[in-house]
């Protein structure tokens, strides 16, 4: 599925993550065609981490490019194979930096669905999918920091659980441990909204 990954901007974060005033040269250009690369085969799962860290809709794209421009600085330091793990940590210093920021000029406001940066569909689809989007965002807020990361990995972006384990550098048992309980309290949660809702007259 594709998020934010339109030609557009691809160009423009790559732009952002390389410098232009570098002179060429064959290893410059590897570089930025590494970036590139990275930058177009993972742009869409950075984009889904930042708002499932609870990233605004109307900041994602200038956290996207933080992260990638971090990336770009350190690219010919990521090993082969962890480009997501580095992606992730970096997602998440880049939004808890970003939600600090936003909570002291108290600007912390929620503009649109998590998943989507440019929807299309009849208003009546686009609404149920904004609604149904707000209710997962809450749901997640509800599971707590530790517990949502694993969730979001495991259950949203489908990561197995020694991958994750090597990004959060924890053992694959307690991805699985924390996973199980993500999966309890969301299901507890779901309930409970239900109930909510069916209350309702």
């Known amino acids: ?7 557009a901007a691809l160009d423009e974060i790559g732009r952002a993550a390389t410098d232009p005033l570098m002179p060429t040269d064959p290893a410059r250009s590897t570089t930025d065609t590494a970036i ?11 984009w889904r981490l930042l708002r499932r860290f609870r ?3 109307a900041d994602v794209d200038d956290a996207s490019q933080q992260v990638f421009i971090v990336a770009a600085r350190r690219i010919d330091t990521i090993e082969p194979g962890s480009e997501r793990a580095f992606l992730y ?3 998440l210093h880049v939004a808890a930096t970003l939600r600090r920021g936003l909570r002291r000029r108290q600007k912390w406001i929620e503009t649109g669905p998590a998943d989507c940066a440019s929807p299309s569909g009849t208003p009546h689809e686009l609404l ?9 965002d809450e749901l997640l807020a509800g599971l707590g920091h530790q517990l949502r990361v694993v969730f979001v990995l495991c259950e949203l972006e489908e990561l197995p659980a020694p991958e994750v384990a090597a990004m959060l550098d924890v053992p694959v048992g307690t991805v699985r441990s ?5 999966r309890e309290k969301f299901r507890m949660e779901v309930g ?3 109930a909510q809702k069916s209350s309702k007259p």
């Open 36 to 46: 590139r690369t990275l930058v177009r085969e993972q742009l869409d799962f950075v």
């Open 128 to 136: 149920e999918r904004r609604q149904a989007l707000d209710a997962l």
């Open 89 to 91: 940590g970096t997602a």
């Open 178 to 182: 924390r996973l199980r309980r993500a």
């Open 1 to 7: 599925m594709t998020l934010v990954g339109s030609g």
């Open 55 to 57: 990233v605004p809709q």
């Open 192 to 194: 409970r909204m239900r």
